[in-house]
């Protein structure tokens, strides 16, 4: 039998983005220029009409100087973390 885990919240992850980009007061523009990335990939991640890459992600919370795991430990909105095991 396969158990699959739960289905990651893509919107509580967005609204993250969008809170911390607010909270250093950048535009869209501003945390393209920061970044790297194509305002447009901005836009199209806030809007929810793509997921983003690895990469992006990446991109992201190192400009936003956002510890990888507290930003996508918001995925988990809605049902319990992957717990560490001693194995």
């Given at each position: 039998?396969?158990?699959?885990?739960p289905?990651?919240?893509?919107?509580?992850?967005?609204?993250?983005?969008?809170?911390?980009r607010?909270?250093?007061?950048?535009s869209?523009?501003?945390?393209?220029?920061r970044?790297?990335?194509?305002?447009?990939?901005?836009?199209?991640?806030?809007?929810?009409?793509?997921?983003?890459?690895?990469?992006?992600?990446?991109a992201?919370?190192?400009?936003?100087?956002?510890?990888?795991?507290?930003f996508?430990?918001?995925?988990?909105?809605?049902?319990?973390?992957?717990?560490?095991?001693?194995?």
């Amino acid at each position: 039998m396969t158990i699959f885990p739960p289905d990651p919240d893509f919107e509580a992850l967005r609204l993250e983005l969008a809170r911390l980009r607010a909270a250093r007061g950048w535009s869209y523009d501003g945390l393209a220029a920061r970044s790297g990335l194509a305002r447009r990939t901005l836009i199209e991640i806030g809007q929810g009409r793509t997921i983003g890459t690895l990469k992006t992600w990446h991109a992201l919370v190192h400009t936003l100087s956002t510890p990888l795991d507290e930003f996508f430990f918001t995925l988990c909105n809605g049902h319990e973390p992957p717990s560490k095991t001693d194995d």
